[in-house]
């Protein structure tokens, strides 16, 4: 791969309304980026390009509340593996609950679990990661300010018959 | 479950086709856990915001103005200081958040996978038109729309997928489930109102605007199957995306084409029917009455013309205008404000249809009940969710059928 952006970086451009999203077009790559090249993890935890809201008195408690719901969601997802699992068990009749007190994880179940938790880290903490990104590339305009330009008065409607039109192949 | 909450279908039982994501267990269980929450939001917490209004903001702002409150942003500047209206934006932001990392994190794992499959229906098909000198629109690039990280258009790889395919596994997230199996509910809307609206009618050309990835045009080429469809949208991820997905679906008679609504490329009066679905909003007071005016150029004498929106601010009450305002200002969609402002008759009336042709109606998404549910807002037993409820206005015009002799006389001038 010669010139393209990295693909693990999230802003490779920055301008004071953050990346310009044409810039992640992989120019000067005729193939462009491997998908497999991808970290799967950072290209998830992605921002959105525009100015986040705080609608907390403290940004901080807003944070906490963020980092709180991707954990309680976590929960949840935790929560119905064991389910199945637990029912699957006792649908088979494999294992005494014992067994599971008992376990101990090998090496190539430990190297699971690390893998695992990394993706969990980065998607309990997302929102400072983001803040981070934030730092990198501006906030972004804030949105009224938006609203006023996408919003202008329209100009005429133009002639019904423009220039540039091509039937259909 | 709270039994007072509408029964919740499973993100197992979406609609799956060649380029839709697997997803493991836990995955679905992340997706099928913040479809809860959505839920949660929606009929729980809700009710509570308009309670908070009710019983302490608007009396306070009320004796302040010295007045009852007139507009949205009055109630929206009191509102702002609200500690229940906080928490409930806080984690309507942060949900939304949420299933776009957890869409992307399922789709990036599998980009590779995906693309092949896209690429094997994609080659060489005359039905995927794509067009590298159309711009993004600043619309469209100004923010990522709806929190979706890169929009609709961003290419991160070579023939990119990846934001149709974190759009389309999000969708039923986003409306808990109420767009449907192939979250197509507008689509199959707009085809029930045309079978009894104009019974027996057959367009044979047929235009739909942004389609992205092309979910709400599907069942009018599926309806229409001799109408020859074309679904335009300047973001060529959506339109790779979608072309796969129609493929796999089996549904062969949709030409998606890198466009712009503001620049149709096709010849005058060329299509019979033209769409758009949740189109308008995501656009700019300058460039609506200039696809506005393309709609009109291109439609053929006889042609209808049908848009679905969430319905316009104008005569509504200031606390609802409010709550359906929120994702203007808090979900990335900077023009839905303005756009709700829109006098939609003016608009139509000056784009060359005439007075008198605007229609308006309203709409419902058309899903399989079995599985999923009835909209929120629906029925008496649930509650409505300001701005993300499958129930639309919908508004267009008729272009009045050229006269028979006149026709006749058109045909008979040599090309």
């Known amino acids: ?144 300010q938006l609203m006023e330009e996408l919003g202008q008065a329209s100009a005429p409607p133009p002639a019904t018959t423009p220039t540039h039109n091509t039937e259909f192949p | 479950m709270d039994p007072s909450l509408p029964a919740q279908p499973s993100w197992r039982q979406v609609g799956r086709h060649a380029v839709f994501p697997n997803a493991s267990h836990d995955e679905v269980a992340r997706f099928d856990t913040l479809t809860r929450l959505n839920l949660h939001l929606s009929q729980v917490l809700a009710p509570g915001v308009k309670k908070a209004y009710q019983t302490r903001v608007e009396p306070a702002l009320a004796a302040a103005l010295g007045r009852p409150p007139q507009d949205r942003h009055e109630v929206r500047r009191a509102m702002a200081s609200d500690l229940h209206y906080q928490f409930w934006s806080a984690l309507r932001r ?118 992205t990835i092309g979910h709400n045009v599907l069942p009018l080429a599926q309806a229409f199957p001799q109408a020859e469809v074309v679904a335009i949208d300047t973001a060529a991820p959506v339109l790779r995306y979608g072309h796969a997905r129609a493929k796999s679906l089996q549904v062969h008679n949709i030409q998606f084409r890198q466009a712009s609504g503001e620049a149709v490329p096709a010849a005058d009066e060329s299509f019979d029917l033209v769409t758009t679905a949740m189109f308008w909003h995501e656009t700019s007071n300058t460039a609506m009455p200039r696809i506005m005016a393309e709609v009109h150029r291109v439609l053929a004498p006889g042609g209808l013309t049908l848009h679905l929106e969430q319905p316009q601010y104008r005569g509504m009450d200031p606390f609802e205008a409010f709550m359906r305002d929120w994702d203007a200002y808090n979900n990335n969609e900077p023009f839905w404000t303005r756009m709700h402002e829109w006098d939609l008759d003016e608009l139509v009336t000056r784009s060359g249809f005439g ?17 999923f549910p009835a909209p929120l807002g629906a029925g008496d037993s649930t509650q409505e969710d300001y701005g993300r409820t499958p129930t639309w206005t919908a508004f267009g015009a008729s272009k009045p059928a050229r006269p028979a002799v006149l026709d006749a006389a058109v045909k008979a001038v040599p090309a």
């Open chain 2, 355 to 371: 007075a008198g042709s605007y229609f308006e109606t309203t709409m419902q998404a058309k899903v399989d009940r079995a599985l």
């Open chain 2, 94 to 211: 942060n949900t939304m958040e949420q299933r776009q990392q957890a869409g992307r994190s399922v789709v990036f794992r599998q980009l590779g996978t995906l693309r092949d499959r896209a690429d094997a229906l994609n080659a060489d098909a005359p039905t995927l038109q794509l067009d590298p000198s159309v711009q993004q629109p600043r619309y469209q690039r100004a923010v990522d729309i709806h929190c979706m990280p890169g929009s609709y258009h961003t290419e991160v790889v070579e023939r990119d997928i990846a934001p149709g395919a974190n759009y389309d596994a999000g969708l039923f997230v986003t409306t808990a489930g109420m767009l449907g199996r192939y979250a197509d509910g507008g689509g199959q809307a707009i085809v029930d109102w045309l079978q009894k609206h104009r019974p027996g009618w057959q367009p044979r050309r047929i235009l739909d605007i942004g389609c």
């Open chain 1, 1 to 144: 791969m010669s010139s393209g952006p990295d693909p693990a970086s999230l802003d490779p451009v920055g301008t004071p309304d953050g990346p310009d999203p044409a810039s992640l077009d992989p120019v000067g790559t005729p193939d462009g980026p491997d998908p497999a090249s991808l970290d799967p993890v950072r290209m998830a935890n992605r921002r959105a390009l525009g100015k986040r809201p705080n609608f907390l008195d403290d940004p901080a408690v807003e944070r906490v509340l963020s980092i709180t719901m991707a954990v309680a969601t976590e929960l949840a997802v935790a929560r119905e593996r064991i389910d199945t699992l637990e029912r699957l068990l006792v649908q088979k009749g494999v294992l005494g609950a014992e067994d599971i007190e008992h376990f101990q994880p090998d090496t190539t179940a430990q190297e699971a679990r690390n893998a695992w938790g990394r993706e969990y880290i980065a998607r309990v903490l997302r929102i400072l990661e983001q803040d981070v990104q934030a730092m990198d590339s501006g906030a972004g305009a804030p949105m009224d």
